[in-house]
């Protein structure tokens, strides 16, 4: 047998395909998409999430007048959020001190906004002197940071008391348990009296 007969007998092997197959009509999904056609279809789908979106109803406000603390060593930075005649939340952020004096402007800066709830962290030792003074005239959430975490963005002290005021006026804040006054009074006898006891024991060492 020749070569020539050989690639007469075998020529559909060197014939090159002039068409693509013909499922690819029938089974679109399995051909490659166009230019363009995957930008298109994220537009369309952002375009109804947006859409969605925007005819969800807002979230509903449970405070018409909050605040919300951001509690610190010598300053309280305090957001009133309040919602006016026309349903628009109009927001004013103030920075006051810790003593006595200023935290008494505090309460009525806040009573003259018609605040009814705040809401501040439970910072160390810091939030005590701030409850104490403001618990008989308002309705305080004490609150745990880590309940409270900051969204990315947010780093200054203004935005923490304008996210703290947000949460609050949505309903979106769970309150830590604060025992009742006459019993945190005695819990501080009790722990200054522990203190006395430990610190007479040690002088008693040291004589000995």
């Not at 007969?5 to 009509?25: H, I, K, N």
């Not at 952002?46 to 603390?69: H, I, K, N, T, W």
């Not at 009742?180 to 040690?202: M, V």
Request: aromatic share 6%; proline share 5%; hydrophobic share 40%.
């Amino acid at each position: 047998m020749t070569l020539s007969g050989t690639r007469s007998e075998c020529s559909w092997c060197f014939e090159p395909v002039c068409q693509s197959d013909l499922d690819s009509a029938a089974y679109p999904k399995l051909s490659p998409p166009a230019v363009g056609e995957h930008e298109e279809q994220i537009a369309q789908q952002l375009a109804v999430f947006l859409e969605r979106v925007a005819r969800s109803p807002p979230m509903d406000l449970l405070y018409s007048s909050c605040a919300g603390l951001d509690v610190h060593k010598d300053t309280v930075v305090v957001c009133v959020r309040r919602r006016d005649a026309k349903g628009k939340v109009q927001q004013q952020t103030r920075t006051f001190g810790t003593m006595t004096g200023p935290l008494l402007a505090l309460a009525d800066w806040l009573a003259q906004e018609q605040v009814t709830h705040l809401a501040m962290e439970s910072t160390g030792v810091y939030w005590k002197p701030i409850w104490n003074l403001l618990e008989d005239q308002f309705q305080i959430l004490l609150v745990n940071a880590q309940h409270i975490k900051q969204v990315p963005g947010r780093k200054t002290d203004v935005k923490d008391a304008e996210w703290i005021a947000q949460l609050l006026q949505h309903g979106l804040l769970k309150a830590s348990f604060v025992p009742a006054t006459p019993q945190r009074h005695l819990r501080e006898l009790t722990r200054q009296r522990r203190q006395l006891i430990q610190a007479k024991a040690s002088v008693a060492n040291r004589i000995q």
